[in-house]
């Protein structure tokens, strides 16, 4: 396996006589100490390659952590209970880079002691075979459990991959207690639950909304009589290049002139466009964003949100009345399953034809089209293929698209291919914190072999392009497939096998393959991805004629054109005009916005 990207980290450093001096002295809030001080730096720093003298050193620290974790005289003071077992996930990932691979052994030690329960929490993650009662946890301390619960959710990122890491994450993510509440890690509880499947969003989703607006009962959004022209667009992640911004700019910009636009910035990136926006206004410090402050007094008549989901400020804000109509987009696309949002947009190429509506929480409106507009990527292409004895296969998803039962197709792949292929995955930032990148790394090549596998921490985007256009082939992920991952591979001329399932996000690849005209490229079954990636790596004749096939499309006709994007400021007009109507209306059926 080779891997790219791969910065020493910075040292950290820890005396095992001295941890050993202090536990006997029974000094252990300096242990605490020590021990916080040593995770952060693990937390903060993550390890792309690992030397000789770097593993001994992780080895060293996991034996004595793990250790004097076990000892029933080590007590942790209260002042330090949160703090440990939100380390859960850095524990978990530094375990699995030692030899000692998992804290099974450990735990089962610590299990049978008494006043355990903040060593047990803070040692007890997805990747444990042993099986700890949840009920009996929330049932002995449901604070200290609902903390835990959250840090253990965080291992998502890098342990999906594993079968003992996709059953553990999905049994979570599917646990319920009256007294579970997710204060802590309420992004990644809420956007991490998607990716386990989407009977776990279902599951968690709720949780986090009565959480949050329990929280925020007091704290009301103060409104003044409505603008019928005013809309709010609240975004933390609308930048220039993002995939949000790619795939919903052109149909934002096509609200003006009708509507008074107003930017709500949540996070520290300004929007990119001075010409569109008539106000901007910055959520702020966490007390503001609690408050409201920015919004308070408004006078808007819709809220727009195109990426809840993908920041606290996003789920926190869409769990608040803010205006008398409220609509998301699918920037992270699915439902919110019980916010504070009426409409969810969507568009009637992506959205399956029967019973669309039972995805989301959300009325779903349908426009015309795909529900987004593609822009065409800011990059040249530099026709850098060239001729390979082995089959380059691009795998462009950030790891927690990747799942064991998806691996394990890749394996089935592997093993029906008479052909060599190597197969690249581009994985963004997605394991660059927490060290999830080598545990990743290390599970992925023990189920795929290390010959045959690249993997790609992070790129910038052109560099990111320039190797996607080597490659021969690329595969979608499954069940959280791409969209413009899509869009890069069609620009660049690389077929992309996309698997078709019943969610928009499992469902808005295979629409922009058949508006690119190349609806062979699209699957339904297991069975048919592996026998159609099987057909493209062996079969270099037909292979090579999907490429040319994909130089000879006008793709600036079929893909990157605005004629859908005025259908945004239609529904809208349709949701402002009947909103009396609809407020009354309990029907489930989905609004159909015409052409």
């Known amino acids: 396996m080779t891997t790219t990207n791969t910065p020493r980290p910075a040292p950290v450093s820890f005396n095992i006589d001295e941890l050993l001096a202090l536990l006997a002295q029974k000094r252990f809030d300096e242990i605490s100490q020590k021990f916080l001080a040593v995770l952060e730096q693990f937390r903060a720093v993550t390890y792309f390659g690992i030397s000789p003298e770097d593993q001994y050193f992780v080895d060293q620290f996991v034996k004595v952590f793990l250790f004097v974790m076990s000892e029933p005289t ?158 709010a667009v609240l975004s933390a992640f609308w930048v220039a290049g993002t995939s949000v911004h790619r795939i919903f700019s052109a149909m934002i910009r096509a609200l003006k002139p009708d509507f008074h636009l107003t930017f709500v910035q949540l996070s520290e990136n300004p929007p990119p466009e001075t010409d569109l926006w008539d106000d901007v206004r910055k959520m702020g410090a966490p007390g503001a964003l609690m408050t409201g402050e920015a919004l308070q007094n408004n006078d808007f008549q819709v809220v727009h949100f195109p990426d809840i989901g993908m920041s606290d400020s996003s789920i926190l804000l869409a769990n608040r009345r803010i205006a008398p109509i409220q609509l998301c987009a699918p920037g992270h696309p699915n439902s919110t399953f019980g916010s504070e949002i009426d409409y969810f947009m969507s568009g009637e190429e992506i959205e399956p034809p029967d019973r669309p509506e039972q995805n989301y929480s959300e009325r779903l409106v349908i426009m015309p089209g795909l529900g987004q507009v593609h822009t065409r990527p800011r990059y040249e292409v530099q026709g850098l293929k060239q001729p390979n004895p082995v089959c380059l296969v691009n795998l462009p998803a950030w790891c927690q698209k990747l799942n064991y039962p998806y691996v394990q197709t890749l394996k089935k792949i592997q093993a029906a291919a008479r052909g060599k292929f190597k197969l690249r995955l581009f994985s963004g930032n997605s394991l660059s914190r927490c060290n999830d990148y080598i545990p990743f790394c290390m599970e992925l090549a023990s189920q795929l072999g290390m010959e045959n596998l690249e993997v790609v921490p992070n790129l910038p985007y052109a560099a990111y392009m320039a190797e996607m256009e080597k490659g021969d082939l690329a595969l979608d992920a499954f069940h959280f497939g791409g969209g413009n991952t899509v869009s890069d591979n069609l620009f660049i001329g690389v077929p992309m096998i996309c698997w078709e399932g019943d969610q928009w996000y499992n469902r808005t690849g295979p629409s922009i393959l058949r508006r690119a005209t190349v609806p062979e490229l699209i699957v339904s079954t297991e069975q048919q991805f592996i026998d159609l990636a099987v057909k493209m790596i062996d079969d270099t004749r037909y292979r090579e004629s999907l490429r040319e096939k994909l130089k000879s499309l006008d793709l600036d006709r079929l893909i990157y054109f605005t004629d859908d994007a005025p259908y945004l400021n239609k529904a809208i007009h349709y949701l402002i005009d009947n909103h009396e109507q609809l407020q009354g209306d309990q029907s489930r059926e989905p609004i159909r916005i015409p052409r």
């Not at 009256?178 to 989407?198: C, N």
């Not at 103060?222 to 019928?228: A, L």
């Open 74 to 231: 080590f007590v942790i003071s209260e002042r330090f209970f949160e703090q440990f077992i939100a380390y859960n996930h850095v524990i978990s990932n530094i375990v699995a880079i030692s030899s000692t691979r998992n804290t099974d052994a450990y735990l089962k030690i610590v299990a049978r002691q008494p006043n355990n329960i903040v060593r047990l929490l803070a040692l007890y993650n997805a990747r444990n075979e042993m099986k700890i009662d949840r009920k009996a946890i929330f049932d002995l301390n449901p604070t200290v459990a609902s903390i835990w619960f959250a840090h253990y959710a965080c291992s998502y990122y890098g342990a999906l991959i594993s079968r003992v890491g996709w059953e553990n994450l999905r049994e979570h993510f599917q646990f319920t207690h009256p007294q579970l509440r997710i204060a802590h890690q309420i992004q990644e509880t809420y956007f991490g639950s998607t990716y386990a499947g989407p009977d776990c969003d279902r599951q968690i989703k709720p949780v986090v909304n009565r959480t949050v607006q329990q929280h925020l009962t007091a704290a009301k959004i103060r409104r003044v009589k409505t603008d019928p022209r005013k809309i």
